[in-house]
């Protein structure tokens, strides 16, 4: 029912069905009014002509039965049986005896069972008209010859019953063949009719196909032959032709003008790009020219008053250098170009030293900075990184705290944990009592040149660039940044960055008891990572909880492994933000691939560093099944791995 439902009936059907049925109702009941008609003549007619042969015989036969002449009997009813549709006439005198017989069969074929209709006619003897001015005398009544007919015996005529059945089913099938003759000449003229109907209509379903695929072209309007309401509808949708031609010309425009505007903005921003780093290594070098005479003019013998001046000469030029150091940081992180630096130092040290340089400025605005290293740090924590970007995002968080805070306190405190493969993860905290971040804000303030109090009257200077600066950093050297604040009781800036140990010792570790396929082979894994160093944890975690891997460093990468390597990948960790191909671009792809290969979804999960509610949502939209933040931990990653396969 349903599918009849889901296909409707064409409108030719309908209209046949329109037209058809008057015709078939009067073909109907002409054709029983008529064959009633012509069986009841027929009928009406064999029964007169039988009757009338009766008739007609009786008075012929009247002198052979009184005579006795039986052979001019035979003869009479012999002619009178060949001219008429009887079977047999009989003649019988007038006590019933039988005195002449004829028929058209031999008389000993025909029995009492076959059923005749039977017609009769007297035989009557008339009386003598002799006048009224005769002149004899001796025919007179009393001589017996009176006024009245005497009879003298019966004529009957047989007419066979099927011979009545026959002329019936003669007449039946004639009025059925002509009937079912004129239903079809009327169906055809139905039908041609209905072509000059429907005709224009499929021509206007063609002309609006036309329109949904692009297809403009206006069309003469036919006059001969087609209805007013049909032309109205051609000229109608010759005028709508018009209208959306006009809409794809303005469209294309419009997508030219917006073409060329983005081509003009990109070339504007790489201007700009440009313009600030190359600018930014020229004011460097007279700035730098101007601290260092600063630094020989304060040795001289000076007073207070000169000191005074020129320490603050000091702090406001290296100010603009640090602004100077975050434009051309900036431009070569949004060029791309910048690139981290691996090489040994002491995480602990670079922590207690670089916050130990904005002590002194946190004391002159009466704020107690203090530092704590949280868990078993050891004496020297050898690490492999970029000690100068770790010491900008420190600085960073650490001087925005100072801006904000009005009185209170501010603390650091950092503590790490360690993964396989001798890596670990460093987890430093940024906390001051300030004035907080308002919950609708906080996504505003990792934006360029983005403040909080704007306008003329702010309390605050600076770019804006300074927290932009440290997210970006943060996720390029592989981890991310997340902020919790309290309007009126400060905020706290929480950065996570993975680090390789110094003084690694090369060895093999027992890998755990890992999943395993159905056929006993080992689950195989797929880490799609650009960042080496995360790579390498990805990678190490994986291996301990026991699956085969393989990585990439970009999406292009992983769509060929996942194309050609023919056991296929259990579970895929795919980096969002790489080169070449990204992660949601890439998970289109795989996806698109498995459809088109029958294969089932092979489950993806996204490792990113950016934790904005608003990055799952768009994982997920791209076809990823589940959403790891960086950088990795063991039991998180477990965790994840463990709703999409047995771990």
Known sequence: MSKRMGRPVPLTRKLLLLGAAPAIVMFIVLMVFFTSARLDDARKDLADSSQMLADSLAPAVEYAVVSGNTASLEQILSQSLRRSRAQWIRVSNVVGDEVGFVSTDDPGNIS??????????????????????????????????????????????????????????????????????????????????????????????????????????????????????????????????????????????????????????????????????????????????????????????????????????????????TVINDILDYSHIDRGTLELDNREFDLKELITNCTASYRHVAEQQGLALSTKFIGDWPDRLLVLGDSPRLRQILAGLIDNAIKFTGDGFIKVQASFFSLEDNCLVLNCTVSDSGCGIPVERIHDIFNSFEQLDTGDS?????????????????????????????????????????????????????????????????????????????????????????????????????????????????????????????????????????????QGGTPIIALTADALPGTETSCRESGMNDYLAKPVRKEHLRTVLSRWIRV
């Open 112 to 321: 009492a069972e076959e059923t005749f209709d039977v017609f009769e006619s007297e035989i009557l003897q008339q009386p003598l008209d002799l006048g009224e001015d005769r002149q004899t005398e001796w025919f007179e009544p009393n001589y017996g010859f009176g006024s009245g007919a005497l009879r003298v015996g019966t004529v009957q005529v047989g007419v066979n019953k099927a011979q009545l059945a026959a002329r019936r089913q003669d007449i039946l099938w004639t009025s059925l063949a002509v009937g079912f003759s004129l239903l079809l000449f009327t169906l055809l003229i139905v039908k041609h009719s209905l072509n000059s109907i429907v005709s224009p209509i499929h021509g206007l379903s063609r002309r609006v196909a036309k329109l949904i695929n692009r297809e403009y072209e206006e069309v003469e309007v036919g006059l001969a032959g087609a209805t007013r309401e049909t032309r109205e509808l051609e000229e109608s949708l010759n005028a709508l032709s018009r209208h959306l031609r006009n809409l794809k010309a303005s469209r294309d425009e419009t997508l030219a003008s917006s073409e060329k505007a983005r081509e003009r903005a990109e070339m504007a921003n790489r201007a700009k790009s440009e313009f600030l780093a190359t600018m930014s290594h020229e004011l460097r070098t007279p700035l730098n020219g101007v601290l260092g005479m600063i630094e020989l003019v304060t040795d001289e013998a000076l007073s207070a008053r000169q000191k005074d001046y020129l320490q603050t000469a000091r702090q406001s030029t290296e100010d603009l250098l």
């Open 458 to 598: 702010r309390s605050y200077g600076g770019t804006g660039m300074g927290l932009s600066l440290v997210q970006r950093l943060v996720e390029l050297m592989g981890g991310h940044v997340k902020v919790e604040t309290d309007i009126g009781k400060g905020s706290q800036f929480r950065f996570e960055l993975p680090f390789e140990l110094a003084n690694r010792v090369d060895h093999v570790e027992a890998a755990e008891q890992g999943p395993v396929k159905t056929g006993g082979e080992q689950a195989r894994a797929l880490v799609v990572e650009d960042n080496m160093v995360n790579q390498r944890v990805a990678t190490a975690l994986l291996r301990r909880l026991g699956f085969e891997t393989d990585a990439a460093a970009n999406g292009e990468e992983a769509l060929d492994l996942v194309r050609t390597n023919h056991s296929g990948y259990d579970v895929i960790l795919m980096d969002c933000q790489m080169p070449v191909m990204d992660g949601y671009e890439t998970t289109r792809c795989i996806r698109e691939w498995e459809k088109s290969n029958g």
